[in-house]
Structure formats: C-alpha cells, structure tokens
C-alpha cells in the first residue's frame, strides 16, 4: 500500500478546504476520494494526517486527525548561498538541496554573474522547494531568499559556525568540514569568484574550500559541495 499523498498547507486548522491548487491535484490528478487518508505539512516540521471529508467544486475539505514530528528532518543546519544561474539550473540546484536537507537557501548576484532574479523568479523558486519537499517526504520547506549582493549574502550567513567559500583557484581546501553545528557554503555563478570577492569572505571568517581538480560546473559544484557536508554531518548514512 502506497503512503498517502502530501499537501503542502500554509495554515493548518483541524477541518479545512485544501488550496486552490492542492484541490485540484488532489480532485483531477489524484483522484482521491472521500475517506482517503492524506498528509498535510506546513514547513514547520510536523506532519497531520487528515481524512478527506469532502469533494465539492470549490475545493477539498480535510479533517485533521493526527499531528506528530517528521523523523526525516536532519539535524545540521545548512544555509547554502548560490550565485544566480542562467536558465533553469538555479531551479535544480533548489530542488536537489531541498532533498539534501538545506535548511535556507540564498541566492546572490556577484562580479562575475550574468543571470539576473525578480520577485517572480523568487516566488518560483519558493515553489520549487515547497513541491521538492512534498516530493522528498520532509516536513520542512528552506526558504529561499534573494541578495543583491555578494557582501549581503555572506553578511547573512556569518553567525553560523562553519562557512565554507567554493573557488576554483583555490589548489586545496583550508579547513576541514566537520560533523555538528550549523554550516553555510557559497557556490559562485558560472563565472565563480575574482581574488578580491575571496578575500572579502575570509574577512568575514569564510574558509576557502576546493572542489577538486577538475572545474565543476556550477549547478554541480552546489549540489556537490551540499551533498558532502551533509554526508560529514551524519545525514546521508
């Protein structure tokens, strides 16, 4: 028997009329009936299960009947910082770090970038995560935010206790990354950083971190560099 379908709900209430949009890909694509049971998640890391109560036209009515805690949610917190990309790559980099287990992602314009964001793109973005989240089976959706610039993305995540700075340049990593505590990674555009962006982040207590020895590209380098924080962290094993 599959597990029940997942909808994302901003505001959960013990009986309520699913979103226009759920309503629709519960009623026209789901299929879903009256007494099916489903999962409801609000991105703050519970789940409720709830029973359809009702199909009508102006949407499906739930009723709540269970709340607890995900299990899935991992333990680290990662604040990945991305430089804008071209076409839809800032897309997958959101989905994949979304399975990963982010917690927050950051997208900044930098030197070297040549693709641009508006509220628009941001609000897709958000989307992304939301249905990469439901997809994944977490209970929590990263916000993704927007940063005009470079300064202001590293300033955003300069509380947390490991922050790594991807270059390209850089023949080997300056520290290691380690199990526990909060991380933040920033990953360039396709264009990557100039000499002086790296030394405004080592101000900032940024270590500068090495990909290897082959150029990545971008999109790559993020999903990489997540993936194996979250691999030292404990998350993927």
Do not use: W
């Not at 680290?76 to 989905?95: C, N, P, S």
């Not at 202001?152 to 505590?181: D, N, R, T, W």
């Amino acid at each position: 028997m599959s597990a029940p379908k997942r909808f994302f709900v901003e505001q959960i209430a013990k009986e309520m009329v699913l979103p226009a949009e759920e309503s629709r890909h519960a009623k026209n694509v789901l299929r879903l009936a009256e007494g099916d049971e489903v999962t409801l998640f609000d991105g703050s890391g519970k789940e409720y299960s709830a029973i359809v109560a009702k199909l009508a036209k102006e949407g499906v009515t739930v009723h709540v009947v269970r709340e607890s805690v995900s299990s899935r949610e991992p333990h680290t917190e990662v604040f990945l910082l991305i430089g804008a990309l071209k076409g839809d790559k800032t897309e997958l980099v959101v989905q994949k770090a979304t399975e990963l287990g982010v917690s927050r992602i950051g997208v900044f314009s930098s030197r070297f970038c040549a693709a641009y964001m508006n509220e628009n793109k941001l609000e897709r973005l958000n989307r992304v995560a939301r249905e990469a989240a439901k997809q994944c089976l977490r209970a929590s959706v990263p916000t993704v935010e927007y940063f005009k610039t470079l300064e202001e993305a590293l300033a955003a995540g300069a509380a947390c206790g490991q922050k790594f700075f991807a270059c390209e340049f850089l023949e080997a990593s300056e520290a290691p990354v380690s199990a526990g505590g909060s991380v933040c990674a920033v990953v360039g555009s396709e264009g990557g950083f100039s000499e002086e962006e790296f030394a405004r982040a080592k101000a900032l207590g940024y270590c500068g971190i090495s990909l290897g020895r082959r150029i990545l590209r971008a999109e790559t380098a993020a999903i990489a560099l997540t993936a194996v924080i979250m691999y030292r962290a404990g998350e993927l094993g």
